[in-house]
């Protein structure tokens, strides 16, 4: 790549997309009133010099494809400018992070994030970084703006670990949300301290675990070095799109289609159901920067 930040301006619809949501179950039937006929904006930014020789996150690179896709997303190329269009110097922001010990959101992305919104002007005691704890937590008890970032992984009871699976831990009692395949995931984000708060999701996708036998299985073996993230306001447009990209990684790694299981169909549900966002990838604005080979949409 001569510049491997530099946008692609021709925004394209995914080509696998009829195939993937047919096999993820990720997009079918009708759309809420909410939802219908309004196109989420998707930016997937790649950079194979992400990752170092240990498949470790370089944080300088990662913080230039944050910015850079921020400002694909925002229509604003410079990077201040851009978040200050999702960030105020009033906010008080809660950065809702991932912090399972096999495959952790970098901490490298989080201060990113919080560098970010610093630069905007939000206070230090007015941002934190936090997962399991964000009910008891003094920032977001009185978050007025939410940022979602974890890494992409298959998923014992949810079939993926999804941008939407990140807020379970946004209610008392998160086993709840596991029957039929934690279908009701998309609830979560319209509850009355979540709702419309969330100004920008990330989905990691520098080593996605694309494969998984049990509750807290993992192994190397079953991830690669894709080197990108997604990044939307949307979480149900990203985890779509991430939903495609394993989908057509298994049938890479295995040569035949092999449906997760259980089928991640909590993605569908949170826009036909809940009207969180929009599952169809005919209707989802895909943005490529950076890397194109080896993207699998």
């Known amino acids: 790549m001569s510049d491997p930040l530099q946008p692609i301006t021709r925004r394209e619809l995914i080509a696998s997309g009829a195939a993937a949501a047919a096999t993820l179950a990720i997009g079918t039937g009708p759309r809420p009133a909410a939802a219908a006929g309004k196109g989420s904006r998707v930016v997937l930014v790649r950079r194979p010099d992400v990752l170092d020789g240990e498949g470790a996150p370089r944080a300088a690179v990662l913080h230039e494809m944050l910015d850079a896709a921020v400002g694909a997303l925002l229509d604003d190329a410079e990077p201040e400018a851009a978040w200050r269009k999702l960030l105020t110097p009033h906010d008080v922001v809660g950065v809702k992070s991932n912090r399972w010990s096999r495959l952790a959101t970098p901490p490298a992305l989080e201060d990113a994030i919080v560098a970010r919104a610093r630069t905007v002007g939000v206070s230090a005691d007015a941002v ?71 100004r920008l999701n990330v989905l990691v996708m520098l080593t996605p675990l694309f494969h998984g036998t049990g509750p807290h299985h993992f192994s190397r073996t079953f991830t690669w070095p894709y080197a990108g993230l997604l990044v939307s306001q949307d979480p149900v447009a990203a985890d779509a799109v991430g939903a495609a990209i394993i989908a057509a990684r298994r049938r890479e790694h295995f040569g035949e289609d092999r449906p997760i299981a259980p089928s991640p169909h909590h993605i569908a549900i949170a826009d036909t159901r809940y009207g969180v966002g929009v599952s169809r990838l005919d209707a989802i604005d895909l943005v490529r920067l950076g890397e194109r080979a080896g993207s699998l949409v």
């Open 128 to 198: 934190a970084v936090d997962d399991q704890g964000v009910l008891a937590s003094p920032v977001f008890r009185r978050a007025t703006a939410l940022v979602n970032i974890r890494p992409m992984r298959t998923h014992h009871w949810a079939g993926l670990g999804t941008l939407l699976k990140n807020y379970i831990m946004f209610v008392a009692e998160p086993w709840t949300y596991h029957d039929n395949a934690c279908e009701r995931l998309g609830e979560i984000w319209t509850l009355p301290h979540v709702r419309g708060k969330t």
